[in-house]
C-alpha cells in the first residue's frame, strides 16, 4: 500500500458521537483531509477537553498530520466534557478504546488501520485500549505515560502526592463538578478552585491528606478523591486478570523525558513490549512532563534538544507521521534492519546518539563507593566518592524531623503548571543538616553514564517506618550543583513494618535513569537524605502516613560505610570510544 499524497485541505468534523458498547455516546472532533479518499486513522482520547487547544494540540498538529494523509479523531474520554457518562479513571478506558478503535475503522473514510497516541492519561489510554486487541489497532506511540502494571503514582511504596493533589483539582474536579451541580452553586465551586490553586503550595502543607481541604469542600469530590489516594482505580481497571505490558503485542514507539515524572514507567514499557514484540522504539530527551522546549529547570541544552528540532531535522509530529505512515500506509511487519531503535539525547555533552539496546550492551555498571569521617552533612570535604571499597570508617548521622522536610528542588516532577521540574542548583539545599554529601574529585577525563542508577544503601533508624532518599548530582566548577536523577524509598515497602527498626539493613533506591557526561573539572555528588517534599508525602516516622495522620517525630538516621557495609552508587559508565 503506497504512502498517501499530502492534502491541502482540511475538513474538521466538531462532536462527532460514538457510541459504545453501552449505550453512552463519547464524542469527537476529527480532522481529515479533503480529497474523497480513505486513510489509515490516528486516535487520541483524552479526558483534557478536546477543544482545548493546550491539550488537543499540546505536541503533536492535527491539522498537520492531516494534511500529511492521515484522519486524527481527538476524543473526550467517558464522563469528560462533551461525552456522555461518568467519569471513572482508568477503569472504562479498556472496553472504551477498544469500541473506539473498532468503531474509527469502520468510518467511510477509513482505510480501516488504527494507531494511537497520546502523552500521559492519554498514553493510558493506549495501553488500556491494546490490552482488549481491538483487531483494527495496528500501531500506538505512548508518551510519557505510567506502567499498566507497575506503580504509576508512587515510588517504592511513597506517594507523588503533590501531583495527586495537583491533578484532582486542577486537571479534573471543573469539569468533573460541573457536570453535578446547578450554575449558580458551580459558580461559586470554580472561584473557590481557582483560589485553591493559586494557594497549592501552601495547602501542599495541610495534613492529613485524607481530609484535604480544596477537595472535602465539594462533597461530589470526596469519593473519587479517596479511591485515587487508595488506588482503587488502578486496581480495580486490572481487576479482570492479571497483565503486563508483555500481553501488548504490537507496534509502540515510546517517548520519554530524563526529567519526567513518568520516565522510569515509560523506559520499562519498552523493555516489556520488547520481550515479546520486537517492534519497538524509544526516544529520550531532556524533556518535563508534557514539555519540550530545549531549555528546562535551570539549564539550556541547546536548540536541537528542542522536541522541535530533534537534531535540527525532525520534530515530534514528523515523527508521528513518520511512525504511523510505516505501520498503516505500508504493509510491514518489522522495523527495517538498519533502524537503530533508540535515542538518546546526552546530557553534558549536549548531542543525539542512536543505540540498538537499553540498556547498551557496552555498560560498564561501576560501583563508586560512600567514604566519610563521620561529618558528610556538616562538612563538604568529608563525604567523598571513590571507585575504592570503604575499610573502616565512622558512620555518618543525621535527624530526620518531618515538619522540617528537605524541600523538592527540581528533577522528575509534575506540579501545577510545571513549577519547580528539571535540572537546579542544589548547592542551598546541600548546607542543611540532614542531607550528607558523598562528592568525587574533579574529574580529568570525561565520564559517561547512560542507563539506570542505583544506590545500595547500608543504613538504620530508630523508627518503625521512614524513608531514604538519593539524588546523583553534576558539580560544575564553579560550585553549582544540578541534579540528574533521583529516588526514595520506604522502609516499610521493603522489609514492612517495624521489623528493622535499631537495626542496620541494605537498601536498594532506584534512581531510575539518565545519560550524562561529567566533563573534566566537573565532579560526581550523591546526597542522601529521608525526604524530598512536597513531591513525596513525608514520612512522619511513626508507623502511619500522612495520608491518614498529622502526627509526626524526628528519628536518627545512621549510614553505614564500612568493610562489610559498603554504601555505594552504580553508575552506567560508557567506555569512550
Known amino acids: 500500500m503506497a504512502k498517501v499524497k499530502e492534502s491541502n485541505q482540511i475538513i474538521v468534523d466538531r462532536e462527532v458521537p460514538c457510541t459504545v458498547r ?51 479523531i481527538i476524543q473526550d474520554v467517558r464522563g469528560r466534557f462533551a461525552s456522555e457518562g461518568e467519569f471513572v479513571p482508568f477503569e472504562q478506558e479498556a472496553e472504551d478504546g477498544y469500541d473506539t478503535v473498532e468503531w474509527a475503522a469502520q468510518l467511510p473514510y477509513s482505510n480501516g488501520n488504527v494507531g494511537m497516541f497520546g502523552l500521559s492519561y492519554y498514553g493510558f489510554t493506549q495501553l488500556y485500549a491494546a490490552l482488549e486487541k481491538p483487531p483494527s489497532l495496528k500501531a500506538i506511540f505512548p508518551a510519557m505515560t505510567g506502567s499498566i502494571s507497575g506503580e504509576a503514582f508512587s515510588r517504592d511504596g511513597v506517594f507523588n502526592f503533590a501531583s495527586a493533589e495537583t491533578w484532582i483539582l486542577d486537571s479534573v474536579a471543573p469539569d468533573y463538578l460541573k457536570r453535578k451541580q446547578d450554575s449558580s452553586e458551580y459558580a461559586e465551586t470554580i472561584k473557590e478552585i481557582t483560589n485553591d490553586l493559586d494557594n497549592i503550595e501552601k495547602w501542599h502543607d495541610f495534613k492529613p491528606i485524607n481530609q484535604w481541604p480544596p477537595v472535602m469542600k465539594h462533597p461530589e469530590l470526596r469519593e473519587l478523591f479517596g479511591k485515587y489516594l487508595n488506588k482503587v482505580y488502578l486496581t480495580e481497571s486490572l481487576s479482570k486478570g492479571t497483565f503486563s505490558s508483555e500481553d501488548l503485542n504490537l507496534p509502540a514507539y515510546h517517548l520519554a523525558g530524563w526529567y519526567d515524572n513518568f520516565l522510569g514507567p515509560t523506559i520499562k514499557n519498552y523493555q516489556d513490549m520488547k520481550k515479546s514484540y520486537h517492534n519497538q522504539k524509544l526516544i529520550i530527551g531532556p524533556w518535563g512532563h508534557g514539555a519540550f522546549s530545549s531549555e528546562i529547570g535551570e539549564r539550556s541544552f541547546g536548540i536541537t534538544s528542542s522536541g522541535l528540532s530533534i537534531e535540527g531535522k525532525e520534530d515530534i509530529t514528523s515523527l508521528h507521521i513518520n511512525w504511523f505512515d510505516y505501520w498503516l500506509n505500508q504493509e510491514n511487519t518489522v522495523l527495517p534492519e538498519d533502524d537503530e531503535p533508540i535515542k538518546i539525547f546526552v546530557m553534558g555533552i549536549n548531542q543525539w546518539r542512536s543505540e540498538k539496546e537499553w540498556p547498551l550492551k557496552r555498560t560498564n555498571n561501576t560501583p563508586f563507593y560512600f567514604h566519610s569521617d563521620g561529618k558528610a552533612n556538616s562538612n563538604m570535604d568529608s563525604g567523598t566518592l571513590t571507585t575504592v571499597p570503604p575499610e573502616a570508617e565512622q558512620a555518618d548521622q543525621f535527624v530526620y524531623d518531618p515538619e522540617s522536610p528537605v524541600p523538592t528542588n527540581g528533577g522528575s516532577v509534575l506540579f501545577y503548571n510545571g513549577k519547580n521540574a528539571g535540572p537546579r542548583d542544589q548547592s542551598g539545599i546541600e548546607q542543611r543538616k540532614d542531607v550528607l554529601i558523598y562528592s568525587s574529585a574533579p574529574i580529568d577525563t570525561p565520564i559517561e553514564i547512560t542507563g539506570w542508577v542505583k544506590v545500595v544503601l547500608w543504613a538504620s533508624t530508630d523508627a518503625p517506618d521512614t524513608d531514604f532518599t538519593a539524588k546523583l548530582v553534576d558539580v560544575f566548577p564553579d560550585g553549582t550543583a544540578y541534579n540528574l536523577t533521583d529516588g526514595i524509598v520506604r522502609v516499610s515497602h521493603i522489609n514492612g513494618q517495624g521489623r528493622v527498626r535499631g537495626k542496620t539493613v541494605k537498601y536498594a533506591i532506584d534512581l531510575w535513569a539518565t545519560s550524562n557526561v561529567f566533563l573534566p573539572g566537573h565532579r560526581i555528588r550523591v546526597e542522601i537524605s529521608s525526604s524530598n517534599y512536597p513531591w513525596y508525602d513525608v514520612n512522619p516516622n511513626t508507623g502511619e502516613t500522612t495520608l491518614d495522620t498529622s502526627e509526626m517525630v524526628q528519628v536518627t538516621q545512621t549510614i553505614v560505610h564500612d568493610s562489610e557495609h559498603s554504601s555505594h552508587v552504580v553508575l552506567p559508565v560508557i567506555p569512550a570510544e
Not at 34 to 52: A, E, H, M, S, V
Open 22 to 72: 453501552d449505550g453512552v455516546k463519547l464524542y469527537a472532533n476529527i480532522y481529515r483531509p479533503n480529497d474523497g479518499g480513505t486513510y489509515p486513522i490516528l486516535l487520541c482520547r483524552l479526558p483534557y477537553n478536546k477543544n482545548l487547544p493546550d491539550f488537543s494540540h499540546r505536541y503533536i498538529d492535527p491539522i498537520r498530520t492531516a494534511m500529511n494523509g492521515f484522519v486524527v
